[in-house]
T-cell receptor, first 115, second 113 residues
Framework: SAVISQKPSRDICQRGTSLTIQCQVDSQVTMMFWYRQQPGQSLTLIATANQGSEATYESGFVIDKFPISRPNLTFSTLTVSNMSPEDSSIYLC????????????FGPGTRLTVL | GNSVTQMEGPVTLSEEAFLTINCTYTATGYPSLFWYVQYPGEGLQLLLKATKADDKGSNKGFEATYRKETTSFHLEKGSVQVSDSAVYFCALSDRNYGQNFVFGPGTRLSVLP
C-alpha cells in the first residue's frame, strides 16, 4: 500500500491567481494521478504524472491550465492556474504502487474555493 | 469504452438495517473491481476489491461479489451503523487502459440512529 499526504488541505483563493498543490507518497510508486471532484460529483481524471517527462492529460484538461511536475518517484505537484470560480473543487492525488498492482491509493484531497 | 453505473442516492437507512448498493459495469477486458468510501471532508479509502470472477471482497462487515455473468459488483452490509454514513464509489481498473480507473457517480449513504 501507500500513504499519501497533500498540502494544503484547503485554500480560498482569488480569481486570476494560481495555487500549487503538493502530493507526497511514503514510498516510491510507479504511477501518480491527479483527479478533480466537483461538488457532489464523482472523480474526473485530470492527468497522469509521469516521472521525468511531461504529464499525460485527459480530454478537456490542458497543461497551461494544470501544469504538473513529478521530479521523483515519491512527489508530484499540480498547479491550478489563472483560477476562476469554476475551478472550485476537491483535487485528489493518487498513486499506483507498481505496474503489477491494480489498486490506487488516494490522498486526503485539497479543497479549493475560488472567489 | 469502460463505464460504471451505480444506484442513485441518497440512501437513508436506520441503524442496523441491511444495505445494498447496486453497481454494474461495462468493460472490454477483464477488470478488477473496487469499492471506495469517502467520509465527509476526507479523501477516498479503499473499502474492498475483487480481481476476478466469483471473487468476494470483504472488509469492515461489507461484502461484494464479482459477478461476470451479470457484470455486477453490488455492495452489501448486514447491519449498518451511523459511522457508515459516507459516499460510496464503485470503480473498475482495466489493465488494457493503463490501470486508469473508471469511477461510478457515487452513492451517498446516511444512517440515522
Amino acid at each position: 500500500s501507500a500513504v499519501i499526504s497533500q498540502k494544503p488541505s484547503r485554500d480560498i483563493c482569488q480569481r486570476g491567481t494560481s495555487l500549487t498543490i503538493q502530493c507526497q507518497v511514503d514510498s516510491q510508486v510507479t504511477m501518480m494521478f491527479w483527479y478533480r471532484q466537483q461538488p457532489g460529483q464523482s472523480l474526473t481524471l485530470i492527468a497522469t504524472a509521469n516521472q521525468g517527462s511531461e504529464a499525460t492529460y485527459e480530454s478537456g484538461f490542458v497543461i497551461d491550465k494544470f501544469p504538473i511536475s513529478r521530479p521523483n518517484l515519491t512527489f508530484s505537484t499540480l498547479t491550478v492556474s489563472n483560477m476562476s470560480p469554476e475551478d472550485s473543487s476537491i483535487y485528489l492525488c493518487s498513486a499506483l504502487p507498481g505496474l503489477t498492482t491494480d489498486t490506487q491509493y488516494f490522498g486526503p484531497g485539497t479543497r479549493l474555493t475560488v472567489l | 469504452g469502460n463505464s460504471v453505473t451505480q444506484m442513485e442516492g441518497p440512501v437513508t437507512l436506520s441503524e442496523e438495517a441491511f444495505l445494498t448498493i447496486n453497481c454494474t459495469y461495462t468493460a472490454t477486458g477483464y477488470p478488477s473491481l473496487f469499492w471506495y468510501v469517502q467520509y465527509p471532508g476526507e479523501g477516498l479509502q479503499l473499502l474492498l476489491k475483487a480481481t476476478k470472477a466469483d471473487d468476494k471482497g470483504s472488509n469492515k462487515g461489507f461484502e461484494a461479489t464479482y459477478r461476470k455473468e451479470t457484470t455486477s459488483f453490488h455492495l452489501e452490509k448486514g447491519s449498518v451503523q451511523v459511522s457508515d454514513s459516507a459516499v460510496y464509489f464503485c470503480a473498475l481498473s482495466d489493465r488494457n487502459y493503463g490501470q486508469n480507473f473508471v469511477f461510478g457517480p457515487g452513492t451517498r449513504l446516511s444512517v440515522l440512529p
